[in-house]
């Protein structure tokens, strides 16, 4: 059996499942979802939207959700960066090994983990599930009918020859102090530029841009090409947009994980996908690396 840990956003929820899936898939046994991350309320569990397979919730006990309050706390202590192996916690008849992220960089060791498993981590890189890439794509299809709204984006986004998606970034981003130092701020000179690359091979491309400040990238960015400000989708349907994303010819994404997943998600075999070069502001042993966030063939700009 394999235990992943659900938490963050839905980007974040997606990698979790991944690589969940990857290893559940590899020694032909189920996957549970541990939700006890959701617990404060600030997220939502997102991946319900999609028809997974593996849907059973798992209840990890008082003993782990006052682990992972500490964790939240306090944060990972040296100990727990440098070791994958933390604690086992026993769970009917058998013993779950706890395995705690080192750090942002991909870890081959992960990939030869046993069964029986815990996974705390976010797993920022497609190379812990490339081995199960078709079979992840269909459990990534849509669940629901979309809105309205986003039938009649849908509609102008395929009447393009060459459609592409921008995405900002904005919200916790900016308003959040905590977040404000931790991820790169990208300037209005990163989307030009990713712009002006992609106009090289597609001179009448049309841009749609999306955003969680829509108002503000209709202020700040202002394009040659024929731009649409996607809008419409509130809360209950803002990972809509992911999908809109998705039908897109090409796809410039922030350093966010929704529009990472939206360019992923995109089934066009000619694709080009254009990234920051930079995702985080902070340089320590976490971070110290960022080059397997990107798939190897997105451009970084």
């Not at 782990?64 to 964790?71: D, P, V, W």
Request: charged share 25%; aromatic share 14%.
């Amino acid at each position: 059996m394999i235990v992943t840990k659900i938490t963050g956003g839905m980007g974040n929820q997606m990698f979790m499942y991944a690589l969940g899936f990857a290893l559940a898939e590899k020694h032909h046994t189920k996957m549970l979802l541990d939700l006890s991350g959701l617990t404060n309320g600030e997220r939502i569990y997102a991946m319900d939207k999609f028809k997974i397979t593996y849907k059973e919730i798992w209840n990890p006990g008082r003993v782990l959700q006052l682990y992972y309050q500490f964790i939240r706390k306090f944060g990972l202590c040296e100990v727990q960066k440098k070791i994958a192996v933390i604690l086992r916690h026993f769970i009917g008849n058998r013993s779950l090994i706890l395995i705690a992220e080192k750090s942002i960089s991909f870890d081959t060791d992960i990939l030869l983990l046993p069964d029986n498993v815990l996974l705390d981590g976010y797993w920022m890189t497609s190379k812990y599930f490339s081995s199960v890439e078709e079979k992840l794509r269909k459990e990534f299809r849509w669940r629901y009918e979309v809105s309205q709204n986003t039938k009649y984006w849908e509609k102008i986004i395929r009447s393009c020859e060459c459609a592409v998606s921008l995405h900002v970034r904005r919200g916790d981003y900016v308003s959040n102090n905590e977040n404000k130092s931790l991820y790169c701020q990208l300037g209005n000179e990163y989307y030009y530029a990713a712009v002006d690359f992609l106009k090289k091979n597609n001179k009448s491309m049309v841009l749609f841009v999306f955003s969680n400040d829509v108002n503000w990238c209709k202020e700040n960015l202002q394009f040659s090409n024929m731009t649409y400000y996607v809008s419409g989708n509130d809360e209950q349907h803002g990972h809509e947009d992911m999908y809109l994303m998705s039908l897109c010819t090409h796809n410039i994404v922030a350093n966010s994980t929704f529009s990472w997943w939206g360019a992923w998600l995109n089934s066009n075999s000619d694709k080009t996908v254009v990234c920051p070069k930079k995702y985080y502001n902070v340089q320590n042993s976490w971070f110290d690396s960022e080059e397997d966030i990107w798939p190897s063939d997105w451009i970084k700009i």
